[in-house]
């Protein structure tokens, strides 16, 4: 219980306590579409939905669980991580063995970071990894600092568009999740992307007719990827979005 009150407090630290604050320069609206843990349908059917809309999306992944499945979907392997980076979708890091930020101190994070790096590495060597999301979207402001001299952005799970000055460590993101987003829901959120000229982030797990707790039906990617052409918003990976808005 003390532990999981510290992590707690921890997160919310970093939610609300900045690192640093970096103001957007994005001349348009933005989106991206992120997949965590590597479901294979993710790999398979989101990819390929991406693709068919001329988007690409970022994948972050934990190098110790390619390969290993769950109860809830079947594991992609490390074919398909190449395949993703062969076909133009960025490869992001996890901790390499889905541990929280906020379990580890500095020394186990450098070491995480640098096993994920070395099994990408071992991949391809032109695999650049720039950018981290939060393993179950727990934060730690302690660990935001060390996070900051290793990638680009790190993005958390708590909602919203971020828009103006943003905190980089701790970038929001919206669900890409059948039981807690609509259609009607994701366009509110794009509505938002374009009143603040914002940077809107999905994020999700795997994309199935019949989706996990924590996916979503190919038909909502579809009407999000559909939406964001519309209105002639460029969906771009996290890196790309991120050398937009230094612009």
Partial sequence: ???????????????????????LRNRTPMVSFTFDDLPKSAVTTGAELL?????????????????????DWAAGEAEDVLALHRRGHEIGCHTFS??????????????EIARNRDYFDALDPSMRIET?????GYGSFARKYQLRGEF???????PGVNAGSVDLQFLRAMPMIDREMDRNRIDRAFDEAETSNGWLIFYGHDVSDRPSPYGCSPALLAHALEAAGKRKIPALTMAEAMRCARA
């Fill in 1 to 23: 219980m003390l532990s999981e009150a510290r992590a707690k407090v921890g997160h919310r630290l970093a939610m609300h306590l900045h690192v640093d604050r970096f103001r």
């Fill in 51 to 71: 693709e068919a809309h001329g988007a690409r999306g970022t994948f972050y992944v934990s190098g110790g669980l390619v390969g290993v499945g769950t109860p």
């Fill in 98 to 111: 889905h541990q929280r930020a906020c379990d580890l101190d500095e020394v186990a994070m450098r070491q």
């Fill in 132 to 136: 981290f999301a939060y393993p179950f």
């Fill in 152 to 158: 680009e952005t790190c993005r958390s799970i708590v």
